[in-house]
């Protein structure tokens, strides 16, 4: 399997754009899982789905923020409009039973 | 709400010494899980060791062991014949067992350097 595949790696984007990322999490996986990691906060669930449902939504930050998976196959993070303070590495993890995979993880930077 | 404390932010060993990494955590839960994930400067996340609370044997893989200490609250992570490949960030998590509760909690993280 290839693992949890994200894109893009890097993202450098001006402020007041929208910014999408894209996760397609491994095969059979059942759940999908965004974190955001920042040098200030570590590593912070934003959401996760459980068979492309929201479970729990409660770290997005903002309005800005929404995320959906309209199949198991794939999954996405939108910011819009971005601000610099959305800068930080953005991951995709998918687990089945309670072990879980991460991606590579986006960089996102905003100026 | 769970939290995970790693209390050192820094750690570094000799290359072929070994190496212990602190993790404590707060519940109420009686099952769960425990990990640790190594980041180096790759940034991507590995799952390196996994533990069940309902298990009293400590996990192994190969040259990575832990300390479970349910009792205790403590998860210690233990590097044998540290190699130059180990130097990482490393971060102790936790899972909850049941629906609604599948989140990973992670710690701080500890930073460690291998010194050849």
């Known amino acids: 399997d290839a693992g949890v595949i994200q894109s893009p790696r890097h993202e450098v984007t001006e402020m007041g754009q929208e910014v999408t990322l894209r996760c397609k999490p491994i095969?059979?996986?059942?759940?999908l899982f965004w974190y955001r990691q920042t040098m200030m906060r570590g590593l912070e669930l934003l959401i996760y789905?459980?068979?492309?449902?929201?479970?729990?939504d409660s770290g997005m930050p903002e309005d800005r923020f929404s995320a959906k998976m309209p199949n198991a196959s794939f999954s996405t993070l939108k910011i819009q409009p971005s601000e610099p303070r959305d800068s930080a590495v953005y991951f995709c993890a998918s687990s089945r039973l309670y072990l879980a995979f991460f991606g590579q993880g986006t960089r996102l930077t905003v100026v | 709400a769970q939290t995970v404390t790693q209390s050192q932010p820094e750690m570094s060993v000799q290359e072929a010494e070994t190496v212990t990494l602190s993790c404590t955590y707060d519940?109420?839960?009686?099952?769960?899980?425990l990990f640790w994930y190594k980041q180096p400067p790759s940034r991507q996340m590995i799952l390196v060791i996994r533990?069940?609370?309902?298990?009293?044997q400590n996990a192994t893989e190969n040259r990575f062991s832990v300390n479970f200490q349910k009792a205790a609250k403590s998860f210690s992570l233990k590097i044998s014949d540290s190699q130059l490949g180990d130097a990482a960030m490393y971060f102790c998590a936790y899972r909850g067992p049941n629906f609604g509760n599948e989140k990973l909690t992670f710690g701080t993280g500890t930073r460690l350097t291998i010194i050849p």
């Open positions: 789905f459980n068979n492309n449902v929201p479970i729990d």
């Open positions: 533990q069940e609370a309902y298990k009293q």
């Open positions: 095969s059979g996986h059942d759940y």
């Open positions: 519940t109420s839960e009686s099952d769960y899980y």
